[in-house]
């Protein structure tokens, strides 16, 4: 940072292996120096899971001038696979629009600018430096040795950055490391401030309310029903039911002999908590769907998601049969269930579908705290950039889960071994404070622009979900449910009832705090502030109240406002 600006987001080396996930380094032996006009850091690392035998040494350094520098070099005792390792760069989302210079390995330079509209292919390749306008008269040189980068959008998987990383993408992938092979890089940061003049960074988080703000309707909110759903309690059908679903999405492939009846089961719950019921089918052979729908002839489903299994995005002859089996008055949906990238990368052809799909989660790349709450405001991009390929329309966003429900990469899932205690498919935040801020948060960013008409979130129990399973879970160590109990996202999605509109808000410093204001029938508001951080955080509030000024969070804290109450 300088200033408010934001010059790089991250520098970091990285290993992903043959499934194209990410492994963790092992640190030690990390030495710092802090002088009065330089730095160094200097440390030891060795890989896990397939790098295991990979080690390398890093030295980074900088000085007052506002150079950086970042080199590594290691080697492997013994050979492994990779599919990429080495330096990666993140420039931050704030990028998309800058004006840029690019150097190629050939020394050629074109000036150019970062993608507005989430690129579907990589905006730059054959990268040896890069030069970019991080703030109006203030620029930032990258320059990397040791390979051949290119730069893809990260924003289409809902990550907020733009990644530079070593060996292009279009070269063989899987690589077989060997012995004594050396693997050296070095990037240098160098920025040009002279015709600069930094903003202060805001001392304290503050969430502001435009005037001409406008008021856009809440997406309808609903839950997955997972496969192996027990059967619910009373207690369990009376803590759903006090959420006010909109609706329950059922994943069921066509292949299934028991598909019909599931689906007769799954709309009998779904109208016993008073929600709708979203079938998403999953196809292998069209002439399926027609046996299928003769069994649910009496079933009411308000939409039909028919993805094709064999392809990450769905062809229009899916739709058609689909309409053609379950009947003109049917609503059929299409799309993926994968991630935006797919839509972006293979558009949909629309013109027979009432609803385009695909699905969200901030970890498709890294799984820190600050890097999911960091990607929250990227979801609001996707939103506003999805009528381009929705068309007329309507968009269906989920599921949304905290970790990614599977590995759509994958070559030999058997070797994709979950990098935590838990599956690869559960994050312990989902029992937390934390993972129901993450959620209002895309609540927020999802329903602002405005775009998007429906949002399935998780799972209804379990520990994917917003509630325990009566049985608890299987690694109570690791997830430290209790039978039965309701999560903190469950009180979250709560705070919903009786709203139907949302108000755009901003925060200055959205890393720390963010707001979600929502409008209801009747003029009713309520403004729910969330905090990411692990410490007490005052937060000022403008344009919204003037008996309401501030707000004092706990750590991970959630306040709730009801603002036609204030001052009464």
């Known amino acids: 940072m300088i200033g408010d600006a934001e010059v790089l987001r991250r520098i ?6 043959r499934n194209w996930t990410a492994r963790p380094w092992v640190i030690s032996n990390e030495r710092i120096f802090s002088g009065k006009h330089t730095f160094e850091i200097a440390y030891d690392a060795r890989g896990t899971f397939d790098a295991e035998p990979f080690h390398f040494t890093a030295l980074l350094s900088g000085d007052d001038e506002g150079t950086i520098s970042y080199e590594f070099d290691g080697s492997a005792d013994a050979p492994f696979i990779r599919n990429r390792l080495g330096l990666c760069i993140l420039h931050p989302m704030s990028a998309a629009g800058a004006a840029c210079v690019v150097e190629s390995v050939t020394g050629s330079t074109v000036e150019s600018a970062f993608p507005v509209a989430i690129s579907p292919t990589q905006p730059f390749a054959d990268i040896r430096a890069i030069t970019h306008e991080f703030a109006p008269g203030a620029w930032a040189s990258t320059r990397l040795v040791g390979e051949t980068y290119e730069i893809e959008d990260h924003r289409n998987w809902s990550d907020a950055s733009f990644k530079t990383y070593c060996t292009p993408i279009g070269l063989p992938f899987p690589v077989e490391v060997l012995p004594g092979e050396a693997l050296w890089h070095s990037l240098t940061v160098a920025v040009d401030i002279e015709d600069y003049e930094p903003r202060p960074a805001p001392e304290r988080p503050g969430i502001s309310a435009p005037a001409d703000a406008a008021t856009t309707a809440l997406p309808r909110i609903g839950l997955q029903l997972p496969s192996d759903e027990p059967p619910w309690s009373d207690a369990t059908r009376a803590m759903l039911n006090d959420l006010a679903l909109a609706h329950l999405r059922l994943d069921v492939s066509t292949d299934d002999p028991a598909a019909a009846a599931t689906i007769r089961a799954a709309a009998q719950r779904a109208q016993s908590i008073g929600a709708e019921l979203v079938v998403a089918l999953f196809v292998a052979d069209v002439a ?37 089996a379950f009947g003109p008055e049917a609503r059929v949906g299409g799309g993926t269930n994968l991630y935006f990238t797919e839509l972006n990368r293979e558009p949909p052809e629309t013109s027979g579908l009432d609803v385009v799909a695909f699905s969200v989660n901030p970890q498709v790349h890294a799984a820190d705290t600050m890097t999911i709450v960091q990607n929250l405001a990227t979801q609001s991009v996707i939103a506003h950039d999805v009528p381009r390929l929705a068309g007329t329309a309507a968009v269906h966003v989920g599921p949304v889960t905290l970790r990614p429900r599977f590995n759509p990469n994958a070559t030999e899932p058997e070797l994709d071994i979950s990098n935590t205690s838990l599956p690869s498919n559960v994050d312990a935040r989902q029992l937390s404070q934390l993972g129901a801020n993450w959620t209002l948060g895309s609540i927020k960013y999802l329903s602002e622009p405005g775009t998007v008409e429906a949002i399935t979130y998780y799972e209804t129990t379990g520990w994917r979900g917003v509630i325990e399973r009566d049985y ?22 709560r705070l919903l009832r009786g709203f139907t509109g949302v108000r755009a808000c901003t925060s200055s410093l959205s890393q720390v705090v963010d707001a979600l204001h929502l409008v209801g029938p009747e003029g009713e508001q309520r403004l729910v502030v969330v905090s990411f951080a692990d410490h007490s955080v005052e937060v000022d509030l403008t344009g919204f109240d003037p008996q309401i000024t501030t707000v004092t969070l706990e750590p991970f804290g959630l306040a709730s406002l009801d603002l036609r109450k204030a001052g009464s």
């Open 12 to 17: 970091y080396v990285v290993f992903q292996d």
């Open 288 to 324: 399926e769907i027609t046996e299928i729908a003769q069994g649910v002839r009496d079933v009411h489903v308000e939409s039909w998601l028919v993805f094709d299994a064999g392809a990450k995005v769905s062809g229009p002859e899916f739709a058609a049969s689909a309409r053609a």
């Open 472 to 493: 608890g879970c299987a690694q109570p160590d690791d997830f430290p449910s209790q039978p039965g109990q309701p999560f903190p996202v469950h009180s979250a999605l």
